[in-house]
Structures are given as structure tokens and as C-alpha cells.
């Protein structure tokens, strides 16, 4: 008997921490994975927007300005504090290069050009990092 309570409690105990682990490892990603999610809505509207040809300049505005904003944040999100990772600063440079390119104002080809460079600046750090 003393042996069962024993093996249930063991599991029970064992369960939990496996829980509280698990919980601790998510929220440590939430923030970066948060960024993505954002960015990657905002680039995904601006680039239909573009392919549609309603490019309406307010809306390409705002929208750069939030992956600006956005794209300034993710050496702090996804770096351990304090870290250098010179790839990682360049991709992420690189990124922020192609959005400060993109002409919100400039007609809606063109800025399905430029959102598409925007887009391959997410592929090449997702290929080394992701
Ligand atoms: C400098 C590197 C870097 C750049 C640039 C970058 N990402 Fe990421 N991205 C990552 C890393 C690393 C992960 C994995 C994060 C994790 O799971 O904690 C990721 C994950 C993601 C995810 C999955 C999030 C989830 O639900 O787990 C999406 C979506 C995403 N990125 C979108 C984008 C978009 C859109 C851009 C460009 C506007 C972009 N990323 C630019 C590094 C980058």
C-alpha cells in the first residue's frame, strides 16, 4: 500500500513539474513569437493590399511604420540579453533596410516589389535561425 501512494504521488509530482516547464518555456517565447505573429500579419495585409492594387497610402503608411517599430525590437526579443550575434544583427538589418526602402506612397507594382524583398528579408534569417 505505502508502495502505491508512493509510485501515485511520484507521478503526480512529476506531472506537475513537467507542467510548470512546460508553461515557463512558453512564456519565455511568447514575446518573440509575438513579434513574429504581428509582423507577419502586417506584412501579409500590405502585401494583398498591394497585389490588389488598393494601395491606400494612409494604410502602407501605418503599416510601415509598425514593421519599422517592430523590426527595432528583435535583437532585444530574441537574443539572450547581453548576447552578440553579428549574423543575426545583419539579418536583422537587413530588414529593417528593405522596410525604410519601401515607398508607401509610390504605386501599388512597385510596392509589391518592395514588400517582396521585405518578405525575403524574413526567409533568409528564418533559414539559418527559425
Ligand atoms: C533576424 C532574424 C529574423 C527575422 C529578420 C525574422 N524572423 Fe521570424 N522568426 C525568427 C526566429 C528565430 C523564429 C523562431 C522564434 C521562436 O519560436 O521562439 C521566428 C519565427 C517566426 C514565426 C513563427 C512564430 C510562431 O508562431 O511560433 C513567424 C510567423 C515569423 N517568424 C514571421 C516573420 C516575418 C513576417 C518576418 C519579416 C517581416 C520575420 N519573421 C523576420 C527570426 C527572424
Known sequence: ?????????????GA???MTAASAL???HAWPRALM???????????EASRRDRCD???????????????GDLERAL???GAKDRVFEKYSQDLRSSI????????CPLQAEALSKVSQGCDACHRDYR
Open 26 to 28: 512558453q512564456r519565455r
Open 16 to 18: 506537475l513539474l513537467a
Open 1 to 13: 500500500m505505502r508502495y502505491l501512494i508512493c509510485l501515485v504521488g511520484g507521478a503526480l509530482f
Open 100 to 107: 525604410a526602402a519601401w515607398d508607401p506612397s509610390a504605386t
Open 37 to 47: 505573429v504581428v509582423m507577419q500579419h502586417e506584412l501579409g495585409e500590405a502585401r
Open 57 to 71: 497610402p494612409a494604410a502602407m503608411r501605418g503599416a510601415q511604420a509598425h514593421l519599422t517599430l517592430l523590426a
Open 79 to 81: 537574443l539572450a540579453s
